[in-house]
């Protein structure tokens, strides 16, 4: 069995080091011990393992980062659009313009499945190098069956291929242009729904003024759950429209955007117990957004507050978690690195169903991430210098392997 020795971290995160520099030790792709290195270098023995020693005498460690919110197989790119809404024209204008997401559709459409594989590879390797060990994805840029599925289809492709691990969500983003909404609707529900549950374990809709309201968002809710999905929805980020109501309602197991939300349906979601609230900082700052990411009315569920990336060619083309940790301190004012870290890791972990990762402790994943940084509450501070030094995946030093896909 392959081995690591991780030895003597300044910081590891979120074990306690009175008794000095702690050493991980990795028994293929687990760990098997957080302690002393005398007392790793024992266990390596009992166990006749001679693992491969790396000096993380000047590194923080970190658990491997978890991106819960991504878009990350796309065609094309939008800067155009940036530059139009730093002229004052908003997310929505452009897309009731055709723009937006309509824009990416299009080129989503004329890729083919190879060129949208290559790209979804290229930017799963970027989020490895940037410590992202395990992500989500969304579908949601064909608006037809065909496409949509092409798009399910590369994604699980990936899954099975990429070091990265991948959850797949099927994603009803918006109707498509010239067609009748309703239409719509009944195909997502008695087609789509069901043909793509087993390329799909999580359902997301788009619930905003002008995309989809919550009457039609139920019945989509409504068909993924009989179908067996579980449930996500992008909601409260332009507008209230009754949103978390309906999220309450429905069981759904994530809510995220959460940009405009009132103090009733702030308690709601911390009374449901269950509920997970994902706050996207990149998507607020590139949308010049004039609301802010309302996580201060949910401190008080500190487990269930998740910040994610949300990369895709529109609303967020940023990907790295630790730009992410200092844009949530700059837009949200948080003063608990300590939270954000959790917000990046273990919370979201545990949203996409995972127990075995998101913490650094025996048994868990070999999920780890090597940072030159003094301290973990430098993350959010000198975290966007060039400070990774190695990331893990499942027990193995992550190499680069950009155009290399075999
Ligand atoms: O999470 N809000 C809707 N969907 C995405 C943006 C997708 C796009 O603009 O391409 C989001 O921000
Ligand atoms: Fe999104």
């Given at each position: 069995m392959s081995g690591l020795l991780l030895v003597d971290a300044r910081e590891i995160f979120a074990v306690a080091q009175e008794r000095g520099r702690l050493s991980i030790l990795v028994e293929g792709e687990r760990i098997a011990a957080v302690a002393p290195l005398a007392e790793c270098e024992r266990l390596a023995a009992e166990k006749r393992l001679v693992p491969e020693r790396l000096d993380c005498s000047t590194s923080i460690i970190v658990p491997g980062f978890v991106?819960?919110?991504?878009?990350?197989?796309?065609?094309?790119?939008?800067e155009n659009e940036l530059y139009m809404r730093a002229g004052r024209s908003s997310y929505l204008e452009i897309l009731a313009q055709g723009g937006g997401i309509y824009s990416t559709v299009q080129a989503v459409r004329a890729a083919s499945e190879e060129q949208l594989y290559d790209i979804g590879w290229r930017h799963l390797d970027q989020a490895l190098s940037l410590g992202i060990t395990t992500t989500e994805i969304k579908s949601g840029y064909g608006l037809d069956l065909a496409t949509e599925e092409k798009m399910l289809r590369v994604i699980d492709r990936l899954r099975q291929d990429h070091p990265v691990d991948i959850v797949s969500t099927f994603l009803v983003h918006t109707v498509p242009r010239g067609h009748n909404r309703q239409d719509y609707i009944d195909q997502v529900i008695n087609e789509m729904i069901p043909a793509f549950r087993p390329l799909a374990d999580w359902l997301d809709i788009f619930v905003e003024r002008g995309v989809f309201d919550v009457v039609e968002s139920r019945q989509l809710l409504q068909a993924g759950k009989a179908a067996g999905y579980r449930l996500g929805l992008h909601t409260n980020?332009?507008?209230?429209?009754?949103g978390i109501g309906l999220a309450l309602e429905m069981g759904v197991q994530h809510v995220d955007h959460l940009e405009v939300l009132s103090d009733a349906d702030a308690q709601g979601l911390i009374d449901d117990g269950h509920i997970y609230a994902v706050f996207l900082p990149g998507a607020e700052i590139f949308t010049f957004s004039e609301h802010v990411g309302q996580i201060h009315k949910l401190l008080s569920m500190p487990e269930r507050l998740v910040l994610s990336s949300d990369f895709n060619p529109g609303s967020s083309p940023i990907l790295s978690p630790l730009l992410v940790a200092a844009m949530a301190v700059w837009r949200y004012r948080l003063t608990d690195p300590d939270l954000i870290l959790r917000a990046l890791t273990v919370n979201p972990a545990r949203l996409l169903g995972f127990a075995d990762r998101g913490s650094i402790a025996p048994g868990q994943r070999a999920d780890l991430v090597c940072l030159d940084l003094a301290n973990s509450a430098q993350i959010p501070y000198f975290g966007t210098l060039n400070c990774i030094q190695k990331v893990i995946k499942n027990g193995r030093i992550a190499e680069p392997t950009t155009g290399k896909r075999d």
């Open positions: 991106d819960c919110h991504t878009h990350l197989v796309f065609a094309g790119s939008r980020q332009m507008h209230d429209i009754g």
